[in-house]
Nanobody, 125 residues
Framework: QVQLVESGGGLVQAGGSLRLSCAASGRTFSSYARGWFRQAPGKEREFVAAISWNGGSTYYADSVKGRFTISRDNAKNTVYLQMNSLKPEDTAVYYC??????????????????WGQGTQVTVSS
């Protein structure tokens, strides 16, 4: 069974940094893109970042561009999200995901089939 497990969330002051990790098991995702999404209280889930299978292409939501960096280590079947200069509006549950097919790096959540359980990120003012 495919399982994605996020870690690294927590409470941080505005301006601080966190590094999220997402380890996959049950399938090797080295040929698949990977993505990060988040859902804030009372809001819809939104795209944060995505990375192509070999790390050659990355995509970011405008709200996090220049502050967040997505990366991956295919040898470890793991994707990361480095979050710097955090703002209170970054507070959300963060989810990692993998798409249903190879060959593309989608930013639409509906193109993703596999999801982690989420990790809470809280940024205090």
């Amino acid at each position: 069974q495919v399982q994605l497990v996020e870690s690294g969330g927590g409470l941080v002051q505005a301006g601080g940094s966190l590094r999220l990790s997402c380890a996959a098991s049950g399938r090797t995702f080295s040929s698949y893109a990977r993505g990060w999404f988040r859902q804030a209280p009372g809001k819809e889930r939104e795209f944060v970042a995505a990375i192509s299978w070999n790390g050659g292409s990355t995509y970011y939501a405008d709200s996090v561009k220049g502050r967040f960096t997505i990366s991956r280590d295919n040898a470890k079947n793991t994707v990361y999200l480095q979050m710097n200069s955090l703002k209170p509006e970054d507070t959300a549950v963060y989810y990692c995901a993998a798409p249903r097919t190879v060959g593309a790096t989608p930013t639409d959540q509906y193109e993703y089939d596999y999801w982690g359980q989420g990790t809470q990120v809280t940024v205090s003012s």
